[in-house]
């Protein structure tokens, strides 16, 4: 994305916030303004959650130094406020340090500021809910010229960029003094930074397109390290969340190491079974060919059953007795034995109807299905022919 948003935040919350909505492709400015106070950032926060935004601080509220170290270990990052705790008027518990990358073998670039400053930028900020990619100082926003040394007019303030990275500023109504003894320090005469006539600024914003057109913070010392540093909500929640979910993974590893113990063994015992029954069926059904041997096992007992319990036309006789020794008025002329269809044909005589009809309720009790076929009155006495059979 070639757009960007520039913040320049002020030394205290009462302060005014300029900012810059800049095209870097177009070279131009697509809108710029300025805020009451800190506490106005928020109208600020759509166009700086959709874009990359940047903020700036005044150079004349942290001292750029450098220090010599022999590595960029921690241990050596962690002596750099006692390296320089003489040349500072604060005690070094107050003070924030930050560092960039080597500019030559051994010399490491310093920002110091205090830490109340730097708690009021970042408190701004996240009430705010604006994400910033770096916080760096205005002056060291300018990109390195090499032999050059840059001068630039922001606001009440004058920014001197030096060739090597140095960074400083000074109040503009002193900017002829100052300005002389850093030329004679740094033996060069200063290029003014003016604006190009297709990026000119109303008089509240000076500056800060000429910081747009020069933007580069490759050099420059990003003051959110250590307590301050950015941090990615996503990735603290996941963080928060590690150690949970390597416990759960671990008890979802141990969970299906168990389940599958148990398939395991379930799988013996099924094997067992099926040997179990293998053998208990050759030694029941000799000879027999095992396709489905609960089904064929069953079978065989029904089988056993029925030749056990005798033929059928004598178990259907058997229950029907008792129908007749309860009434001597009944009588049987002639009996058949229907096989197919499991039933006993009785011719009978009896003295009424209603000793037929009491038959076929001790029949029905016996769980038997007793049904008159015909019937004939003749002489005082009933002639009929029943079938019965079991009910199914």
Known sequence: MSERLLLKLGSSAEQPVHWL???????????????????????????????????????????????????NSRAAREAIPYQLEEQLCEEIEKLHFATADAVAPGRYPVAVVARSLMDLWQQGLLAAGIPIQKLCVDAQSIALVSGQLQ???LLDQTLIRGPEGESFSFSSDQAESWLTLAENQLGQNAVALDQTAAATE??????????????????????????YKLRDPVKQLLRAWKL????????????????????????????????????????????????????????????????????????LLQKSLPGFTQDPSLSIQDLAYQAQAQSLILELEADSHGALERLIETLS????????????????????????????
Not at 202 to 226: K, S, V, Y
Not at 371 to 378: A, D, E, P
């Open 21 to 71: 909505h800049w095209d870097d492709a177009q070279r131009q400015v697509l809108d710029q303004g300025q805020l009451g106070a800190l506490s106005d950032l928020s109208q600020l926060t759509p166009l700086a959650i959709r874009i990359p935004c940047y903020a700036l601080v005044s150079n004349a509220a942290v001292l750029t130094t450098e220090v010599q170290l022999p590595n």
């Open 151 to 153: 001068q630039l007019q």
């Open 202 to 227: 109303p008089p509240i914003n000076t500056g800060l397109t000429t910081l747009a057109e020069r933007f580069n913070l490759d050099t420059a010392i990003d003051l959110l390290q250590g307590n």
């Open 244 to 315: 949970p979910a390597v416990l759960l993974c671990l008890m979802m590893a141990l969970e299906g190491g168990q389940l599958l113990w148990q398939q395991q063994l379930l799988e013996q015992q099924k094997q067992q079974l099926e040997q179990q029954i293998s053998a208990l069926f050759s030694a029941t059904l000799p000879g027999s060919r095992k396709v489905n041997p609960a089904a064929q096992l069953n079978n065989e007992l029904k089988q056993l059953a029925q030749r056990n319990r005798g033929s059928e036309f004598l178990g």
């Open 365 to 392: 009790q016996q769980g038997l299905v007793a049904q008159i076929q015909r019937s004939r009155q003749q002489n005082g006495q009933v002639s009929a022919q029943i079938s019965i059979k079991e009910v199914l």
